[in-house]
């Protein structure tokens, strides 16, 4: 966690200078750029990490390299997916099939697209000593890597922004951060180095158990990026600039509980099931604890000093991302839920990840465009922040086949957003006077 955390600080600071350097329409083109890659490589993620951490044959070296050579060539078909995207972008905006102020209809994007993605093709090169340093809670060099890859890449950013104020700065850094951090997965993380071979049973168990990855994942990406997806095609990308700067907050803390979903509560769940099953009720509470904790109270602290937190941190042109902050910040109280994706794939029931996932989309795209159609660009952003509401059901009845629910505890976490808000507006009374100053 403390990891993360330092890794979101250098994230911030890069953004606040960035967003001094450059224009608010730059963020936009590059949010569409990144859910292009984040969707192409979503939909070919087999579960290659996951496997790896869960399966029994997860420290053999024959079955790594397998993993290895599976991810090489997962990471040549990203790249190929993502250009093939940004030519028919290209084609259709040329066509006229996009609204001329539309984020799809900037002319660097094709480009941008082709440039950025080419990073998975080196991160296809990751050593897979990153996966089995999961697999044993080996966390704090993991964090290592990726804050050393973070911060080589931001400078990156910031050096070449500020020297040429253009877009391209992310596109170089990106690619030289992902240089960093295979170099580092190979160098730096303890184990034997990989090499490309190939083993047929040991391609059979990665695929076998990554299908449903697969499927969660088609779901997953889809849901987790709709919402540029959509908005990328009825908005200026000044307003997805806005959006996304916005939207980035509520995900550096989303984020922060998502590393723990996956890098922490997934093997120990997997270990406690697996050794302990009685004890996985407890285990569960105690971890949706601390999570409903910080998640629930954020969501009042955002709602009520949205507005406070956006003028502090950037300059007046970038003033209307507070509102958007605000409503945004419903969407905490339900992404604390994702504890309980890592619980089902801990205990052995991925399905149920594509249930859940599948209907989390299809909500996703049914009510953004009738909340836009009906009410406008507000309206979409309170479907964004409450389509997640159509899976509480269902998580209550998986959970109720394991025993796992607790509604007395869902309603007491609730009593933390009154304290969040009202700690929010005291902030933003305490900074008023001084906001100008800043």
Same mark, same amino acid.
């Given at each position: 966690?403390?990891?993360?955390?330092?890794?979101?600080?250098?994230?911030?600071?890069?953004?606040?200078?960035?967003?001094?350097?450059?224009?608010?329409?730059?963020?936009?083109?590059?949010?569409?750029?990144?859910?292009?890659?984040?969707?192409?490589?979503?939909?070919?993620?087999?579960?290659?990490?996951?496997?790896?951490?869960?399966?029994?044959?997860?420290?053999?070296?024959?079955?790594?390299?397998?993993?290895?050579?599976?991810?090489?060539? /997962?990471?040549?078909?990203?790249?190929?997916?993502?250009?093939?995207?940004?030519?028919?972008?290209?084609?259709?905006?040329?066509?006229?099939?996009?609204?001329?102020?539309?984020?799809?209809?900037?002319?660097?994007?094709?480009?941008?697209?082709?440039?950025?993605?080419?990073?998975?093709?080196?991160?296809?090169?990751?050593?897979?000593?990153?996966?089995?340093?999961?697999?044993?809670?080996?966390? /704090?060099?993991? *964090?290592?890597?990726?804050?050393?890859?973070?911060?080589?890449?931001?400078?990156?950013?910031?050096?070449?922004?500020?020297?040429?104020?253009?877009?391209?700065?992310?596109?170089?850094?990106?690619?030289?951060?992902?240089?960093?951090?295979?170099?580092?997965?190979?160098?730096?993380?303890?184990?034997?180095?990989?090499?490309?071979?190939?083993?047929?049973? !040991? *391609?059979?168990?990665?695929?076998?158990?990554? /299908?449903?990855?697969?499927?969660?994942?088609?779901?997953?990406?889809? *849901?987790?990026?709709?919402?540029?997806? @959509?908005? *990328?095609?009825?908005?200026?990308?000044?307003?997805?600039? @806005?959006?996304?700067?916005?939207?980035?907050?509520?995900?550096?803390?989303?984020?922060?509980?998502?590393?723990?979903?996956?890098?922490?509560?997934?093997? !120990?769940?997997?270990?406690?099931?697996?050794?302990?099953?009685?004890?996985?009720?407890?285990?569960?509470?105690? !971890?949706?604890?601390?999570?409903?904790?910080?998640?629930?109270?954020?969501?009042?602290?955002?709602?009520?000093?949205?507005?406070?937190?956006?003028?502090?941190?950037?300059?007046?042109?970038?003033?209307?991302?507070?509102?958007?902050?605000?409503?945004?910040?419903?969407?905490?109280?339900?992404? /604390?839920?994702?504890?309980?994706?890592?619980?089902?794939?801990?205990?052995?029931?991925?399905?149920?990840?594509?249930?859940?996932?599948?209907?989390?989309?299809?909500?996703?795209?049914?009510?953004?465009?009738?909340?836009?159609?009906?009410?406008?660009?507000?309206?979409?952003?309170? !479907?964004?922040?409450?389509?997640?509401?159509?899976? @509480?059901?269902?998580?209550?009845?998986?959970?109720?086949?394991?025993?796992?629910?607790?509604?007395?505890?869902?309603?007491?976490? @609730?009593?933390?957003?009154?304290?969040?808000?009202?700690?929010?507006?005291?902030?933003?009374?305490?900074?008023?006077?001084?906001?100008?100053?800043?």
């Amino acid at each position: 966690m403390m990891g993360y955390v330092a890794g979101y600080g250098l994230r911030l600071v890069s953004s606040l200078i960035m967003t001094r350097l450059l224009v608010p329409e730059m963020f936009g083109v590059m949010a569409v750029a990144t859910v292009v890659q984040v969707v192409a490589s979503m939909l070919c993620d087999v579960g290659l990490r996951q496997a790896v951490i869960q399966n029994r044959r997860g420290d053999q070296q024959i079955f790594l390299d397998t993993a290895f050579t599976l991810q090489v060539i /997962r990471g040549v078909v990203i790249w190929a997916a993502c250009a093939l995207c940004a030519v028919v972008i290209g084609l259709a905006a040329a066509e006229g099939w996009f609204a001329i102020d539309s984020v799809y209809a900037a002319q660097q994007l094709p480009a941008i697209i082709i440039a950025m993605s080419f990073s998975s093709v080196i991160l296809g090169f990751q050593s897979t000593k990153s996966m089995t340093s999961d697999r044993h809670l080996n966390q /704090r060099q993991l *964090a290592i890597v990726e804050l050393a890859s973070q911060a080589v890449g931001l400078a990156i950013a910031i050096i070449i922004g500020y020297m040429t104020r253009s877009i391209w700065s992310f596109v170089i850094s990106t690619l030289v951060a992902a240089v960093v951090n295979v170099i580092l997965t190979h160098v730096y993380l303890p184990g034997p180095n990989n090499r490309i071979r190939m083993e047929r049973e !040991a *391609a059979y168990e990665l695929l076998r158990f990554g /299908r449903w990855i697969l499927v969660s994942s088609l779901f997953t990406v889809l *849901a987790a990026n709709g919402d540029r997806i @959509l908005l *990328a095609g009825w908005i200026d990308p000044t307003t997805l600039g @806005l959006y996304v700067l916005a939207f980035n907050l509520i995900l550096m803390i989303e984020g922060g509980g998502g590393r723990l979903f996956w890098s922490v509560a997934t093997p !120990a769940f997997s270990k406690i099931a697996a050794e302990e099953p009685e004890a996985i009720r407890s285990a569960y509470y105690r !971890a949706r604890l601390s999570f409903d904790v910080v998640f629930v109270g954020c969501a009042g602290i955002l709602y009520g000093g949205g507005e406070a937190i956006v003028g502090i941190l950037y300059d007046p042109r970038y003033a209307s991302a507070g509102h958007i902050l605000q409503i945004l910040s419903f969407s905490l109280l339900l992404s /604390r839920y994702g504890l309980a994706n890592a619980l089902f794939l801990a205990i052995g029931c991925p399905q149920n990840l594509g249930l859940i996932n599948g209907v989390k989309t299809a909500t996703l795209f049914i009510a953004i465009p009738v909340a836009n159609h009906f009410f406008g660009f507000e309206g979409a952003l309170w !479907a964004i922040a409450l389509h997640g509401v159509v899976i @509480l059901p269902i998580i209550f009845v998986l959970n109720r086949r394991h025993g796992l629910n607790n509604f007395g505890f869902e309603a007491a976490v @609730l009593l933390f957003w009154p304290v969040g808000y009202l700690l929010g507006i005291a902030g933003t009374y305490v900074v008023a006077p001084f906001q100008h100053l800043i």
